[in-house]
């Protein structure tokens, strides 16, 4: 007597966080990996048999050779907002499905509903904003402020992707801004709004539609305490293109960082401003963080950083405070606490002339925004010795380099970028590490005078000589 085995098992009880994705062997009341309580939930999932056989099905379309294929459908449309454009490379792609994500009130929703106005305005077809989190008239209001009115610009506040789709199918727009992808739910999926199942499913079926009718779609997403896109990894995978959209409350600059980009560059950094009028676009930001002086400042030093492929000449400020007795403080804005806790201990170490083991030292940058690359130490190092040794460094000099534990300086990426920019802006001296001098680095401005520097204590000597010429005239 034979028997029939079936090709599946018998589904068995299986249990998943909602909220990270992890899947603990039994039910608990707080998931182990991200620490959230009642987020445990069970799911029914069936294990296939092996050795299954998959049979083959007629495609939908042939596959063609590749200069057979037109690469027209899938050319970047610009937004009308440049810095924007500038790291999506070129613009929108039709179909393309991209995640911007970032702090809550950062300016998210200020940034896009100006994409969608400028879409409409300009691309020839309807855009569309959907919001989960606020009314319309709530969105409305935010229009008239921003001058974002127009009429193919449509607005719709759902929370229901059936519903979303609706609205897609009656508008049919070039451009759909959904403000937040963690906000509406998909029909028929397991999970609450938000969590790791309902925002893959939402996501999915997104993309796919975006892909079938060639819908530019803009995801809005949410960040952990981190600053890590919330939900499932899965979801940075499925979109084509992910920014971060950076920027502390309490300054008007702003940042818009590519993460990952199919259509063009992923390093690329757009700056903006937010004021009270809206957000707009700042091509030429490194005034933002110079500050002019009547007067060379003790305690001011000039660099060139690297955001992305874009060079911007920022100052780094640092006070040196009195003598106190225990562990004086080290405190920073903009700049990382590890790294300028090494340059004082180099500078102690290495130069013989700063005492600082007890005294407070505070470093900052201006005008907002954060260098965490190493080719700032040279001009943290500098700003701490023209403060602790009172003397103004010249206003034309900018430094570049890094800073080892022997007080060596390293060399560092983009100098000749980094000197162009200083040479636009007026900057006469540069000290930069061995082997970026003209002789060693193409594009050197002739205008700049480019001095080599293989330690701390010749940099040192090198600032103070630019400063005595610049005093002498």
């Known amino acids: 007597m034979t028997t029939s085995r079936s090709t599946a098992k018998a589904p068995k009880a299986a249990y998943v966080c909602d909220a990270c994705g992890h899947q603990p062997p039994k039910w608990l009341g707080r998931c182990p990996e991200c620490g959230e309580w009642g987020s445990i939930i069970e799911s029914t999932v069936t294990v296939a048999a092996t050795g299954r056989v998959v049979s083959s099905r007629m495609p939908a379309e042939p596959a063609r050779p590749i200069a057979q294929i037109s690469a027209a459908p899938a050319r970047a449309v610009a937004t009308g907002v440049g810095e924007l454009d500038r790291v999506l490379g070129g613009g929108l792609v039709p179909g393309a499905v991209v995640l911007l994500a970032g702090e809550p009130g950062v300016g998210k929703s200020t ?38 009115l127009h009429d193919k610009l449509y607005l719709a506040s759902e929370n229901d992707l059936g519903t979303v789709i609706g609205h897609l199918d009656a508008v049919k727009p070039g451009l759909l801004v959904l403000d937040s992808v963690q906000t509406v739910s998909a029909p028929g999926t397991e999970g609450v709004p938000g969590g790791v ?85 700042l091509p030429d930001p490194s005034g933002l963080f110079l500050t002019r002086y009547l007067e060379p400042v003790p305690g001011t030093c000039v660099t060139v950083a690297m955001e992305g492929r874009r060079a911007l000449v920022t100052e780094v400020q640092a006070l040196i405070g009195a003598e106190v007795q225990g562990s004086p403080r080290r405190t920073v804005s903009g700049l990382d606490h590890a790294r300028l806790a090494m340059v004082l201990a180099v500078l102690e170490r290495r130069t013989k002339q700063l005492k600082l083991y007890n005294r407070e030292v505070f470093a900052a940058t201006v005008g907002g925004i954060r260098l965490i690359e190493p080719s700032a130490d040279l001009a943290m190092a500098l700003a701490v010795a023209s403060g602790g040794l009172d003397l103004a460094m010249a206003p034309h000099l900018v430094a570049i380099g890094e800073v080892g534990l022997t007080g060596e300086i390293r060399r560092v990426g983009a100098v000749g970028r980094r000197l162009a920019e200083a040479a636009r802006l007026g900057f006469k001296v540069a000290l930069v590490p061995p082997g970026c001098g003209p ?23 090198s600032a103070a000589r630019a400063s005595a010429e610049h005093g002498s005239r």
């Not at 896009?112 to 008239?137: H, I, K, N, R």
């Not at 008007?252 to 676009?281: P, Q, W, Y």
């Not at 002789?439 to 000597?461: C, F, H, I, R």
């Open 111 to 148: 940034l896009l509903l100006d994409v969608a106005q400028q879409w409409a305005a300009g691309a020839g077809t309807p855009s569309l904003v959907v919001s989960g989190e606020e009314s319309v008239s709530q969105v409305r209001l935010r229009a008239e402020r921003l001058g974002a």
């Open 197 to 281: 199942t309902q925002v893959r499913a939402v996501t999915a079926a997104l993309v796919s539609i975006a892909k079938e009718r060639g819908i530019a779609t803009v995801l809005v997403g949410h960040v952990t305490k981190d600053g890590q896109v919330a939900g499932p990894r899965v979801l940075e995978h499925l979109v084509d293109v992910v920014l971060h959209f950076e920027g502390d409350k309490h300054s008007s600059l702003r940042l818009v960082r590519g993460v990952k980009n199919r259509f063009g560059a992923a390093d690329e950094v757009g700056c903006f401003e937010m004021h009270e009028g809206g957000i707009t676009s």
């Open 439 to 461: 002789d060693g680095t193409a594009g050197v401005p002739k205008s700049m005078q480019v001095v080599e520097v293989s330690n701390l204590q010749a940099a040192l000597q």
